[in-house]
């Protein structure tokens, strides 16, 4: 079972570039598919990027697109999501999560939370105006 942890959030004034971390521990992230999702309170978790297994498909969301790169580094076991030319709008908690790489069908789910079968526990982020 992979344990996922978040790191790297903080306040930004807007306009600003921020990057957060995932590191796993308890196993590679060569098994998994990645997405990073964001919170706010009062409502629902929403899809903010993901990458495949093998690295050769990203996925955002049309309000990050241009502005957030996600990638990942085997040799670390991570996943970094960079951002850049935040606005309050992205002011959340941010989480990473994990799904098998066994599932052909990711390219088509990857903004589906319920498909994620690990995540992490969130790193706040918080834009000021």
């Known amino acids: 079972q992979v344990h996922l942890v978040e790191s790297g959030g903080g306040l930004v004034k807007a306009g600003e570039s921020l990057r957060i971390s995932c590191v796993a521990s308890?196993?590679?992230?060569?098994?998994?598919?990645m997405g990073w999702f964001r919170q706010i309170p009062g409502k629902e978790r929403e899809f903010v990027a993901g990458?495949?297994?093998?690295?050769?498909?990203?996925y955002y969301r049309d309000s990050t697109k241009g502005r957030f790169t996600i990638s990942r580094d085997t040799a670390k076991n991570t996943v970094d999501l960079q951002m850049h030319s935040v606005n309050p709008e992205d002011t959340a908690v941010y989480y990473c999560?994990?799904?098998?790489?066994?599932?052909?069908?990711?390219?088509?789910?990857?903004?589906?939370?319920?498909?994620?079968?690990?995540w992490g526990q969130g790193t706040q982020v918080t834009v000021s105006s």
């Open positions: 308890g196993g590679t992230l060569n098994d998994y598919n």
């Open positions: 999560a994990a799904h098998s790489r066994d599932d052909e069908s990711y390219s088509s789910r990857f903004s589906t939370s319920s498909i994620y079968d690990y």
């Open positions: 990458i495949n297994w093998i690295g050769t498909g990203t």
